[in-house]
């Protein structure tokens, strides 16, 4: 037979660029490469799409010899200068039915082509590249459907996946044992990927509509794909999320509260975990909208109907963002999935890790808390038991008369006071002031607490933790988001207020103390509770100062807000940005300059201070040493701290545009 069609062929040569075959053109013979490579192309509506390319050996124009209309279904090209063989079309079907095993290897080799055409043109691993998608076709099994057949039954393991090449199909879901059709789908629609991506059970029956067949994919073989090439598996997550019906969390309770600009804002609160989450009008309409039943798309289309504008865009980042705060309810794909889709992005760049494991390690050194619980029950009967009086104009007038009374008596008696310090250190008497300091920082978080329930409030939590070199406490206060903007803003400055009153108590005692120590002790005390209000105001970090500015502005979450924007602004150099959003652009800004300028002030603050500790027996250089290390130190733990917004604000930056809220 090999002699009977090697008499048969004719050689030809073309040059570069030169076509072969064309498609749409009607086929007579067949081309096997005997040097050089040629490229593949198909039409695709209006565009060409990029097959393969083939090279010595390799056989094309056969399918037009097997199709009934007799035409080519794609164009090859010479890519430089090739030698092909050609063989009548009528010598090769004379062959094929003569020699039953070249029938058969032909007929697996249209099947072949047939299927890796499929792949390229209909379905969603048309990005692969041509080794691949022959990979992937080997694995493939063609499986024919008769109308009425169930492809994909609703309860079982997900174990593979269907892509339809042939007829129509019906997505039906079962509840309470009634059928609901989902979505009716034709050729090229790939089904139970969700399943894999998941590790989840079925959640539809997938039921033929008409005859056809599909291509079956194992989930093995759907993972290589996915870890190959990450686009296949993020869009097979796509098609997953298109497909999701978003249901709202449990235990979710929604109120309602005016804005500083007369807008009604929507607070959601979980009250098993105590998390909020703040809506606009419009998303609030989106809230409303995840029931378990509507698709993404359903929602995507109904938004834009109410609001008369097409934002799918913040639609799905909406719902991100409540999904991520815990909120709402989605299938999430299985860690063996995330792992696949990573390991080919951050597995092979070092540079993108090492910031990232920098930046976690500073947090577990320099930024850490113990939470303790709750405590509202404490709170509350310690208010109920005397707490509330604070609160009445009596209480607010004595408190007034303490800060202002003893803040005078501390100013006049500092010179007396600083000579009594000297004795002071030589008793060991001023050390007394530590315990003190520590007992103020609780205290402090103990006004928080009080002025949460004088509004009627639950306080959701409280703790101790660290900033590098600083020790604090903290309550959560966050029920006061249910509050207007006044209620808030004591809440926040309540804290301030109790350091101010111990100030004040120390400087009146002042008055009746007559030990040289005790004078020392009460008025470095006082000075020291000052200071801790001048830290608090500090609106860079996340103490007083930061969320009295948040609540005034009536910004939540503003510093990831305003690196968000700031990140926009160096990425984009728009200016517009800096106009639209002076608040966050100015805000991120003085708070790079204050901690950069706060580790120099560190620096030249405590080098002479070490030096003086030291002596002038010891070089200069330990006292330097020391100061840098101060320094360093302080923009260890900044940047350790700041570290959680900066990479909110870069997810925001990469995925505009961002709903937060």
């Known amino acids: 037979m090999l002699a009977s069609l090697a008499g048969h062929f004719t050689e030809a040569p073309y040059g570069p660029g030169e076509v072969i075959v064309r498609e749409g053109d009607p086929g007579d013979r067949l081309f096997l490469i005997a040097a050089g490579t040629v490229v593949v192309h198909s039409a695709d509506r209006k565009r060409s799409v990029f097959m393969k390319s083939l090279g010595p050996g390799d056989m094309f124009g056969e399918m037009a010899l097997l199709e009934p209309d007799g035409r080519r279904n794609a164009t090859v090209t010479a890519t430089g200068p090739v030698r092909v063989l050609s063989l009548p079309g009528a010598v090769f079907v004379e062959a094929l039915e003569t020699e039953s095993g070249l029938r058969d290897a032909v007929l697996r080799l249209r099947d072949s082509i047939l299927r890796f055409r499929f792949l390229r043109m209909a379905s969603p691993f048309g990005a692969l590249e041509p080794g691949m998608l022959d990979a992937l076709s080997a694995r493939m099994t063609r499986t024919p459907f008769t109308a009425g057949d169930e492809l994909i039954r609703q309860g079982d393991a997900g174990d593979f996946a269907l892509l339809i090449a042939e007829g129509e199909v019906e997505v039906v879901r079962r509840d309470d044992g009634d059928d609901r059709r989902l979505a009716t789908l034709g050729v ?148 063996d999935v995330s792992g696949r889709l990573a390991g080919r992005t951050t597995g092979g760049s070092v540079g993108g890790r090492a910031p990232r494991r920098i930046a976690a390690a500073l947090q577990r050194i320099f ?155 009460l008025w470095l005390f006082a000075v020291f509770s000052w200071q801790i209000v001048l830290v608090n105001l500090n609106p ?67 080098r002479p201070l070490l030096a003086a500790w030291f002596g002038d027996a010891v070089p200069a250089l330990p006292a330097t040493l020391g100061a840098l290390a101060v320094a360093l130190l302080w923009y260890a733990s900044s940047a350790a701290f700041l570290s959680r917004s900066v990479r909110f604000a870069l997810a925001a930056s990469r995925n505009r545009p961002a709903a937060r809220t």
């Not at 799918?312 to 309810?329: K, N, S």
């Not at 009374?405 to 004795?423: C, N, S, W």
């Not at 991120?588 to 204050?594: D, I, R, S």
């Open 188 to 335: 090229g629609a790939m089904l139970g990927e969700a399943a894999i991506l998941t590790g989840e059970v079925r959640n539809a029956t997938v039921r033929a509509l008409k005859d056809g067949s599909a291509f079956r994919i194992d989930r093995d073989a759907l993972l290589e794909m996915f870890e190959h090439d990450r686009r296949i598996g993020l869009q097979a997550i796509q098609l997953l999320r298109l497909r999701e019906r978003p249901r709202q969390a449990p235990n979710v309770e929604v109120h309602e509260r005016r804005a500083a600009d007369g807008d009604t804002l929507h607070i959601l609160k979980r009250t098993d975990t105590g998390a909020f989450f703040q809506l606009s009008e419009s998303g609030r309409r989106l809230w409303e909208k995840l029931d378990g039943e509507a698709t993404m798309r359903d929602i995507a289309i109904a938004h834009m109907l109410a609001t008369k504008t097409f934002a799918p865009q913040v639609v799905a980042d909406t719902i991100a963002a409540l999904t991520a705060a815990g909120f709402v309810e989605v299938q999430s794909v299985t860690p």
């Open 540 to 606: 860079f970090f996340d103490l007083d100062g930061y969320y009295l500015l948040s609540d005034w502005l009536d910004r939540p979450n503003l510093r990831e807000k305003s690196f968000r924007r700031f990140l926009d602004l160096v990425r984009s150099g728009d200016l517009t940005i800096a106009r639209r959003h002076p608040v966050e652009i100015a805000y991120t800004a003085f708070t790079l300059v204050y901690v950069s300028a706060m580790g120099v002030v560190l620096f030249l603050v405590y």
């Open 367 to 521: 930024v850490w808390h113990w939470d303790l619980g709750s405590g509202d029950r404490l709170i509350g009967r310690l208010y109920d038991r005397g707490g509330h009086l604070a609160y009445r104009a009596v209480g607010l007038t004595i408190i007034a008369a303490i800060i202002l009374g003893g803040t005078a008596v501390v100013a006049f008696a500092g010179p007396e006071a600083r000579t009594a310090m000297e004795g002071g250190w030589t008793e060991g008497r001023l050390w007394l002031v530590v315990p003190m300091i520590y007992a103020s920082i609780v205290l402090h978080e103990l006004g928080h607490a009080l002025s949460v329930k004088h509004y009627g409030r639950e306080v959701l939590g409280a703790g101790l933790g660290c900033q590098g070199p600083f020790v604090f406490a903290y309550v959560n206060t966050s029920d006061m988001w249910l509050e207007g903007r006044v209620p808030r803003l004591v809440v926040d400055a309540s804290g301030m207020v109790v350091n101010m009153i111990l100030a004040g108590l120390a400087g009146l005692g002042l008055l009746v103390a007559e030990d040289p120590a005790t004078v020392a002790v």
